[in-house]
Structure formats: C-alpha cells, structure tokens
Antibody
Framework: EVQLLESGGGLVQPGGSLRLSCAAS????????MSWVRQAPGKGLEWVSG????????YPAEYVRGRFTISRDNSKSTLYLQMNSLRAEDTAVYYC??????????????WGQGTLVTVSS | EIVMTQSPATLSVSPGESATLSCRAS??????LAWYQQKPGQVPRLLMY???TRATGIPARFTGSGSGTEFTLTISGLQSEDFAVYYC??????????FGQGTKVEIK
C-alpha cells in the first residue's frame, strides 16, 4: 500500500523558513517523480513544485521560484520542500504527491494527508 | 504559462441525474489531462488520466473525453458519494501540474 506521510508544517512568521518532509513507503521511491501541491484555506489546488525520479530535474512554479527548493533523498525514500522568505499568501495545506512516471509530466496518482503551514505574525 | 479554466463553478444536480463538467486549456495539452475528486476534509483522489482513462477503482459512471483544449468529465447517475469538488490538471506543458479552479457538484 502506497503511503505518503508529510511532516514539518507549523506556524512561522513572515520572512521565516520551514522544511517540509514526506516519507514514502509501499512503492519503489527512486522510480517515480514526486511533487508538492498546496491548498489555501477554502481555495483550490495549486502546483508548487516537482522533481524527477532521479532528482536531476525540478519544476518549481513561478510564484515560489527562488524561495522554495524541492529535493529528494532516494536512499531514505523521502521528499523535501525547503521554504524560505515565507509570506502570508503561502499559508496552506501542503500535500506530497506521487507522480505516475519518472518525470513530472504525468498525473499524481497518490496523495499524502497534507501538513498545514501558517505564515503569520 | 498555461491557464486551465473550469465551468461551471458550481453545478446543482439531483441524485440519479447526470452531471457534465468542462475544462478548457489556454493552449493545447494533447490528451495529457487528469481529473481529481476532493470531498470536504479529504485528500484529492485521482479519477481520470490521459483525458479518458479511469484510475484504479473508479466506477464506470465516470467518463472523461476531449483532447487539445476542450475536455469534459461526465458523471452518470450521480450517487451521494459523488457530491464533491472536481479539479482538472494538465501535465503536458510547463509547469507540469497546472490545475483548474475546480467545479463544485452539489445536491439540488
């Protein structure tokens, strides 16, 4: 059974940093691309960033480029999102999602339960 | 950057009836389109990929169609568990995960 368990969310002040983690199990992690998708309270889904299976290619959305960095450790089956210079508009539930292929140009077939990030003073 | 537009924003349907949801891309995405269902308080679930292929465990009352810029998700014989928000997502063009704003299917 595929399981994705996010952690690292919480309350942070504007301008601060957080590092999210997503521990994966139930599939061969190194064979699949992964992504982060967020959902602000009461709003729709928004792509944040993606990373290829081998970690060589990343796909950050324009609004997080230069602030958020996606990475992965295939030896630990773990996905990360380093978030710097956080803004109030980054407040959202952040979902980790498994992509159905080696590159991010595929659908997200499994999702984690999400971790809430709140940016507020 | 590609823009995905869903319509209508809200669809009121009686149980047992059919619902037709639309998704339009600002440029061609070929058949590289997925649909997701999200119920209140739950995680999104993959319904459809490749525009018309049902994901594992998705019942046959869900049908996807379209290619290029125009796509449709049809739900036949709506059941109580189908009332939810539905999102389309393209994965053809950069950035590879652009979502539509969602269509809420509510009980009439």
């Amino acid at each position: 059974e595929v399981q994705l368990l996010e952690s690292g969310g919480g309350l942070v002040q504007p301008g601060g940093s957080l590092r999210l983690s997503c521990a994966a199990s139930g599939f061969t992690f190194r064979d699949y691309a992964m992504s982060w998708v967020r959902q602000a309270p009461g709003k729709g889904l928004e792509w944040v960033s993606g990373i290829s299976a081998d970690g060589a290619s990343t796909y950050p959305a324009e609004y997080v480029r230069g602030r958020f960095t996606i990475s992965r450790d295939n030896s630990k089956s773990t996905l990360y999102l380093q978030m710097n210079s956080l803004r109030a508009e980054d407040t959202a539930v952040y979902y980790c999602a498994k992509v159905a292929g080696t590159s991010c140009y595929r659908e997200a077939d499994y999702w984690g339960q999400g971790t809430l990030v709140t940016v507020s003073s | 950057e590609i823009v995905m537009t869903q319509s209508p924003a809200t669809l009121s349907v009686s149980p047992g009836e059919s619902a037709t949801l639309s998704c339009r891309a600002s440029q061609s995405v070929s058949s590289n389109l997925a649909w997701y269902q999200q119920k209140p308080g739950q995680v999104p679930r993959l319904l459809m990929y490749g525009a018309s292929t049902r994901a594992t465990g998705i019942p046959a009352r869900f049908t996807g169609s379209g290619s290029g810029t125009e796509f449709t998700l049809t739900i036949s014989g709506l059941q109580s568990e189908d009332f939810a928000v539905y999102y389309c997502q393209q994965y053809n063009n950069w950035p590879p995960g652009t979502f539509g704003q969602g269509t809420k299917v509510e009980i009439k």
